[in-house]
């Protein structure tokens, strides 16, 4: 059974760092692109970052851009996002998303970050 | 960036009958190589991450019920319930997957009548 399980979410003031991560487990996670989809709540999906199988390549919205980082560890099955230079706008649920080829397949559960002083 | 616009925002329809929605994107999302359309459709309960429903603009995911189907191609996607079952009332997004940054329609909220 594939599974995404997300943690490192908490309340953090801004201009403030934070490292999420996403435990995975169930497929083979060193085939997988992985993405960051965060949503604050009651609102709509918001495409974050994207880290391809290899970690090599990555992409990032504008928005988070210089402020975040993707990465992943294939022997840990460790996907990572480290956020500096929080702000308010911010503050959402992020989910670790598979990629299964050209689509999000398996999503975690989201874990909330809030960014308020 | 490609902006995706659904429609319509919201929608009420009675159990049984037909949900349709659409979803547009402002460039075409065709891949003419491989004549695909990238583009995703998903589900969100309330309290629930997204369930991936629909790829390459038509094809069904495993597992999710027949009475969910797509269509389109280049810019125009619609996304339809055939017969409304209580257990479909969620919110739908569509989402582009042909260039990054991937962005998702504001998504539609599906209730009952």
């Known amino acids: 059974e594939v599974q995404l399980i997300e943690s490192g979410g908490r309340l953090v003031q801004p201009g403030g760092s934070l490292r999420l991560s996403c435990a995975a487990s169930?497929?083979?996670?060193?085939?997988?692109?992985m993405h960051w989809v965060r949503q604050v709540p009651g609102k709509g999906l918001v495409w974050v970052s994207r880290?391809?199988?290899?970690?090599?390549?990555?992409a990032y919205a504008d928005s988070v851009k210089g402020r975040f980082t993707i990465s992943r560890d294939n022997a840990k099955n460790m996907l990572s996002l480290q956020m500096n230079s929080l702000r308010a706008e911010d503050t959402a649920v992020y989910y670790c998303v598979r990629d299964g080829g050209h689509r999000g397949d398996y999503w975690g559960q989201g874990t909330l970050v809030t960014v308020s002083s | 960036d490609i902006v995706m616009t659904q429609s319509p925002d919201s929608l009420a329809v009675s159990l049984g009958e037909r949900a349709t929605i659409n979803c547009k994107s402002r460039?075409?999302?065709?891949?003419?190589?491989?004549?695909?359309?990238?583009l995703a459709w998903y589900q969100q309960k309330p309290r629930q991450p997204p369930k991936l429903l629909i790829y390459?603009?038509?094809t069904r995911e495993s597992g999710v019920p027949d009475r969910f189907s797509a269509s389109g191609s280049g810019t125009d996607f619609t996304l339809t319930i055939s017969s409304l079952q209580a257990e479909d009332v969620a919110v739908y997004y569509c989402?582009?997957?042909?260039?990054?940054?991937?962005?998702f329609g504001g998504g539609t909220r599906l209730e009952i009548k």
């Open positions: 390459w603009a038509s």
């Open positions: 169930g497929f083979t996670f060193s085939s997988h692109w």
């Open positions: 460039q075409s999302i065709l891949y003419t190589s491989n004549n695909k359309s990238y």
């Open positions: 880290i391809n199988s290899d970690g090599r390549t990555t």
């Open positions: 989402q582009q997957y042909y260039t990054t940054p991937l962005t």
